[in-house]
């Protein structure tokens, strides 16, 4: 297998809407940075939105846009500004000294990258429950993420799987569009904070299955998705079939930083933990490394909101490149 070495000034990690934007920023900045798009550990190149039917909450599509179409217009902006694209996977890093040293899998080798300033982009996944029927209707009824898909449930009856704030989060948003909403559990207590619950039991429109899992979701992407979900108690061992039309998985998300363990601050979770005003900066505690989006985001996990704390960690980058004279 053939090995290689390459020395950027700005190489970033991660080829999601966070990745793509401050790529597009760099280059625009004289900067024409590297962008390592992940083949398998990360998750697709273009980050979750790959995954992702329709995309109607980004500003600027008001008829939405398919996930993918759009992270391939990302993908097209950013390589018209010349940035460089490298298929790999990143295996392992060095940020103990400038240049950074990045080792990566790629598809025509191993390839040894150096660059004076880095970007983290590599964002969160969602854990899943792991059922097939979960994987193959994903997109089509089974989803992540509430405040995407709400709106597309709109009188319907959906699922919520989990017990935790998300869960809660998730399922008394859902009822803003949904007719009924019913929270699956496995345990016959919630894990959510008490506020939270509190506010999910007095809803209306939230129904309980505690002390519950869900065993196979029923339906079929070429005939209008999810229609069910069987369900099994516990407790009971009694199996049930639920009549819905989505199922929202909410058992949280899983950032992408194994690969900065014992380098860079993380939060319990795994995210990133950027020390500078809240805010203010994408820096991490090392000089010349920055960090945008899902990885250190737990809160909004939206694509705008990457996308602009990817322009903010490109602009981030060329002011301290400048500074030390690159």
């Given at each position: 297998?053939?090995q290689?070495?390459v020395?950027e000034?700005?190489?970033?990690?991660?080829?999601?809407?966070?990745?793509?934007?401050a790529?597009?920023?760099a280059?625009?900045?004289?900067?024409?940075?590297?962008?390592?798009?992940?083949?398998?550990?990360?998750?697709?190149?273009?980050?979750?939105?790959?995954?992702?039917t329709?995309?109607?909450?980004?500003?600027?599509f008001?008829?939405?846009?398919?996930?993918?179409?759009?992270?391939?217009?990302?993908?097209?902006?950013?390589?018209?500004?010349?940035?460089?694209?490298?298929?790999?996977?990143?295996?392992?890093?060095?940020?103990?000294?400038?240049?950074?040293?990045l080792?990566?899998?790629?598809?025509?080798?191993?390839?040894?990258?150096?660059c004076?300033a880095?970007?983290?982009?590599?964002?969160?996944v969602?854990?899943?429950?792991?059922l097939?029927?979960?994987?193959?209707?994903?997109?089509?009824?089974?989803?992540?993420?509430?405040?995407?898909?709400?709106?597309?449930?709109?009188?319907q009856?959906v699922?919520?799987?989990?017990g935790?704030?998300t869960?809660?989060?998730?399922?008394?948003?859902?009822t803003?569009?949904?007719s009924?909403?019913?929270v699956?559990?496995?345990r016959?207590?919630?894990?959510?904070?008490k506020i939270?619950?509190?506010?999910?039991?007095?809803?209306p429109?939230i129904?309980?299955?505690l002390?519950?899992?869900?065993e196979?979701?029923l339906?079929?992407?070429?005939?209008?998705?999810v229609?069910g979900?069987?369900?099994?108690?516990?407790k009971?061992?009694?199996?049930?079939?639920?009549?819905?039309?989505?199922?929202?998985i909410?058992?949280?998300?899983?950032?992408?930083?194994?690969?900065f363990e014992?380098?860079l601050?993380?939060?319990?979770?795994g995210?990133?933990?950027?020390p500078?005003?809240?805010?203010?900066?994408?820096?991490?505690k090392?000089?010349?490394?920055?960090?945008?989006?899902?990885?250190?985001?737990s809160?909004?996990?939206?694509a705008?909101?990457?996308?602009?704390?990817?322009?903010?960690?490109?602009?981030?980058?060329?002011r301290?490149?400048?500074?030390?004279?690159?």
């Amino acid at each position: 297998m053939s090995q290689s070495r390459v020395h950027e000034r700005i190489a970033i990690i991660g080829s999601g809407p966070a990745g793509l934007t401050a790529a597009i920023y760099a280059a625009r900045a004289a900067l024409p940075p590297l962008v390592i798009e992940g083949l398998a550990k990360g998750g697709p190149p273009g980050g979750q939105l790959v995954n992702t039917t329709e995309v109607e909450n980004y500003p600027g599509f008001p008829n939405g846009v398919m996930g993918p179409d759009m992270m391939k217009l990302f993908r097209d902006q950013a390589e018209r500004f010349g940035t460089k694209f490298l298929s790999g996977d990143v295996e392992k890093v060095d940020l103990s000294r400038r240049p950074f040293t990045l080792d990566v899998m790629a598809l025509e080798g191993e390839v040894t990258v150096t660059c004076d300033a880095l970007i983290i982009a590599t964002g969160a996944v969602a854990k899943w429950l792991g059922l097939p029927s979960e994987k193959e209707l994903s997109g089509y009824g089974v989803s992540a993420c509430a405040t995407c898909d709400g709106f597309f449930f709109k009188n319907q009856r959906v699922l919520v799987v989990g017990g935790g704030d998300t869960a809660m989060e998730e399922a008394t948003y859902l009822t803003k569009h949904a007719s009924e909403v019913i929270v699956v559990h496995r345990r016959d207590e919630l894990r959510a904070s008490k506020i939270m619950q509190e506010r999910a039991r007095a809803n209306p429109k939230i129904g309980w299955m505690l002390s519950s899992a869900i065993e196979e979701i029923l339906g079929d992407k070429g005939k209008g998705g999810v229609r069910g979900a069987r369900v099994r108690n516990l407790k009971t061992g009694a199996v049930e079939t639920v009549a819905c039309q989505g199922v929202f998985i909410a058992i949280g998300h899983q950032p992408n930083t194994q690969l900065f363990e014992g380098q860079l601050d993380m939060d319990e979770a795994g995210y990133l933990v950027l020390p500078g005003t809240k805010g203010a900066s994408t820096a991490t505690k090392i000089p010349g490394v920055f960090a945008a989006g899902d990885v250190v985001d737990s809160v909004y996990r939206q694509a705008v909101t990457a996308a602009g704390s990817g322009c903010m960690a490109a602009i981030d980058a060329e002011r301290f490149l400048s500074h030390h004279g690159h």
